[in-house]
């Protein structure tokens, strides 16, 4: 099954930034469930203010999703008056969306190393959120490491989802040389091209008209 990795970022920009990489991720979230691409959010960074974020990692799986992916891959433009600086001129805030491959394979975390355990999920209070131990725990039995996923009704998808959290783990803690993934996003955080976008949104009206690569 393909899977893929979309890393959203607002780079250096001002909050306006990062509000308008929470709303293109809100964007990707819709147009994903409305063509049924799996799609989980792997890790975000806040922001601010709340509701907005700085960057996002996005996994993208099953049919359709590369092609899905590169729609979005590029800048994302919106157009939207300040409402944290009023008195702020500019009206044009944008975004990156860059697609990654994951190689899990690469990593110093091996399948054969890792034991998956299930458990029932629960909500606040105790509440359940279902009677099957649909959560899954996935644990690299050399180091402990852990992650977990609970948020999808089906097992097996939390049992994927908590392994693709569990590599982003080791990737996290690979060594800068060996961290090429890791070492993409970092870059990619910073190099935010504010030309030639690939979707605009006008935030007033939650419309957006898409640009044809240049």
Not at 122 to 131: A, D, H, L, Y
């Amino acid at each position: 099954m393909t899977t893929l990795w979309l890393h959203i970022s607002s780079g250096t920009g001002p909050e306006e930034c990062a509000y308008a990489a929470a709303r293109t991720v809100e964007a990707i979230l819709a147009e994903a469930a409305a063509k049924k691409i799996p799609v989980h959010i792997l890790e975000t960074e806040a922001s601010e203010k709340k509701g907005n974020c700085r960057s996002a990692l996005l996994a993208l799986e099953g049919q359709g999703a590369e092609t899905f992916a590169r729609s979005w891959t590029g800048t994302v433009q919106w157009v939207w008056k300040s409402t944290y600086r009023p008195d702020h001129k500019r009206k044009n805030w944008f975004t990156g969306v860059e697609c990654i491959r994951p190689h899990p394979e690469e990593t110093v975390c091996s399948l054969r190393d890792i034991r998956f355990e299930t458990f029932r999920a629960s909500g606040p209070g105790g509440q359940n959120i279902n009677k099957t131990e649909s959560a899954v725990r996935a644990v690299h039995i050399p180091t402990g490491k852990s992650a977990v996923a609970r948020e999808e009704r089906s097992q097996i998808l939390n049992r994927r989802l908590a392994l693709a959290r569990l590599f982003l783990v080791f990737e996290k803690d690979r060594e800068a040389g060996h961290a090429k993934t890791r070492e993409e996003l970092r870059r990619s955080h910073y190099r935010l091209e504010r030309g030639n976008p690939v979707r605009v949104f006008y935030a007033d009206t939650v419309q957006y008209r898409e640009v044809s690569h240049g």
